[in-house]
């Protein structure tokens, strides 16, 4: 089976801090994703790398940054933490060739 | 217009009926099309994927694509109340990896 791996399942930053989310993913896949989710607005893509050390900004990237320097490993880090960044982060990971799958999802509250 | 688009519900069927969940999308070029099921706190779970016009069949789901009309669905026979959950329409645009997400259709299978 698949595994995506998220470092943690809840999280609470206060504002202005530097915040990381871990990614790790067991199947060798090239592509890899970051997403958050929020009531009434679904997923919305943060980022996403198609290979190491390579990424692209999704729909929101304002205020986030990744680092991917191995092929199983995704980072996504909060600069500096603010209250609407407040959410559901869900991690994912796909082949070339298929379907994506996801990590178990980390909730970030900032105060 | 959004890129994928769901009724969000929640659309309730009784136990053993059969759920009709269905999917819009805006790019006529999309090319893979997936079904998740996302239970409430849990992340999303591939239930179903399909690439080519027509049925496509898997135990209790039926995914069905028509590419002419931008349209996706999934159905569900024998519906059961562990079946109650969100269900997200997910779309890959051509010449790119990314997942573009409705914001998902609530399904309650009432017993």
């Known amino acids: 089976d698949v595994k995506v791996t998220q470092s943690s399942r809840y999280l609470v930053k206060r504002t202005g801090e530097k915040v990381f989310l871990e990614c790790v993913q067991d199947?060798?896949?090239?592509?890899m994703f970051w997403y958050r989710q929020d009531p009434g607005l679904g997923l919305r893509l943060i980022y996403f790398s198609y290979d190491v050390k390579m990424k692209e900004k999704g729909d929101i990237p304002e205020g986030y940054s990744v680092s991917r320097e191995k092929k199983e490993r995704f980072s996504l880090i909060l600069e500096s933490a603010s209250t609407n960044q407040t959410s559901m982060y869900l991690c994912?990971?796909?082949?070339?060739?298929?379907?994506?799958?996801f990590g178990q999802g980390t909730r970030l509250t900032v105060v | 217009q959004k890129e994928v688009e769901q009724n969000s519900g929640p659309l309730s069927v009784p136990e053993g009926a059969i759920a009709s969940l269905n999917c819009t999308y805006s790019?006529?070029?999309?090319?893979?099309f997936f079904w998740y099921r996302q239970y409430s706190g849990k992340s999303p779970e591939l239930i179903m994927f399909i690439y080519s016009n027509g049925d496509k069949e898997d135990g209790r789901f039926t995914a069905q694509l028509n590419k002419a009309s931008q349209y996706v669905s999934l159905l569900i026979r024998d519906s059961q109340p562990s079946d109650s959950a969100t269900y997200l329409c997910?779309?890959?645009?051509?010449?790119?990896?990314?997942?573009?997400f409705g914001t998902g259709t609530r399904l309650k299978v009432l017993a």
């Open positions: 994912a990971s796909s082949s070339s060739t298929g379907q994506a799958f």
């Open positions: 790019d006529r070029g999309s090319q893979s």
């Open positions: 199947m060798d896949h090239e592509n």
């Open positions: 997910a779309v890959t645009p051509p010449g790119t990896y990314k997942y573009i």
